[in-house]
């Protein structure tokens, strides 16, 4: 079984400012752990994945994220926010016994200028 | 080159009737996914599917069928349309490798009338 809680629904930043979304996860066995985005009226876009190895994991248009085994967590992060960062990102989780992620239910992204 | 691809991108129709939604993707992945995402952005796999074995969530309703007459294409049936299947339906696939990211279509809006 395996399950992903993202506890915001809406983060409010201002650009310029480091941003953080937050991901818990539950899953029988390791993980692997997923981040994606999506645009308004788009499909979702991978942005960066931990499967082994080092803890932080660097990804695209400047996101990294931390993967945190004794917290369960593998929160996103941005050192300078964008407005262009505004968007709805989804964390997920997979492991090696399942073909099918769980997706949490997303959290929105807003960056003031 | 799109990698995934989606039509219709908007389909409006009657309640009762039954439509199609196809799904195409070239970037030579042996998996792939149909996805539901309602009003309010939450995201709900509907299948997995390889040449080897389809995986249905359970609280799909048997009115939705995938159909793959090869490894590039995954069409959705829907039968019998009701107004609460209207949402935005995407497509999805990667290598059959739980720890692959997934590419996503740009998604297709269903309206139920």
């Known amino acids: 079984a395996q399950s992903v809680a993202q506890p915001e629904d809406q983060v409010n930043v201002a650009e310029g400012n480091p941003l953080t979304v937050k991901c818990t996860y539950s899953?029988?066995?390791?993980?692997?752990l997923f981040w994606y985005v999506q645009y308004p009226n788009r499909g979702l876009q991978f942005l960066l994945k931990?499967?082994?190895?080092?803890?932080l994991v660097k990804g695209s248009y400047g996101f990294e994220a931390e993967f945190n085994k004794s917290q369960t967590s593998f929160h996103l992060k941005k050192p300078s926010a964008l407005v262009s960062d505004s968007a709805l990102y989804f964390c997920?989780?997979?492991?090696?016994?399942?073909?099918?992620?769980?997706f949490g239910r997303g959290t929105s992204l807003i960056v003031h200028p | 080159d799109t990698a995934v691809s989606q039509t219709p991108k908007y389909l409006v129709t009657q309640m009762g009737n039954d439509k199609s939604i196809k799904c195409e993707q070239n970037?030579?992945?042996?998996?792939m996914y149909w996805y539901k995402q309602d009003s309010k952005k939450f995201l709900k796999i509907m299948f997995s599917?390889?040449?080897?074995?389809?995986?249905i969530n359970e609280t799909v309703p048997n009115r939705f069928s995938p159909k793959s007459p090869d490894k590039a294409h995954l069409n959705l049936h829907i039968n019998s349309l009701e107004l609460g299947d209207s949402a935005v339906y995407f497509c999805?696939?990667?290598?059959?490798?739980?720890?692959?990211?997934?590419?996503f279509g740009p998604g297709t809006r269903l309206t139920v009338l």
């Open positions: 931990y499967i082994t190895g080092d803890n």
């Open positions: 970037l030579g992945h042996d998996t």
């Open positions: 999805a696939s990667s290598q059959a490798q739980t720890r692959n990211e997934q590419f």
């Open positions: 899953v029988s066995g390791n993980p692997y």
């Open positions: 997920a989780v997979n492991y090696g016994g399942s073909y099918i992620p769980t």
């Open positions: 599917y390889n040449n080897k074995e389809l995986i």
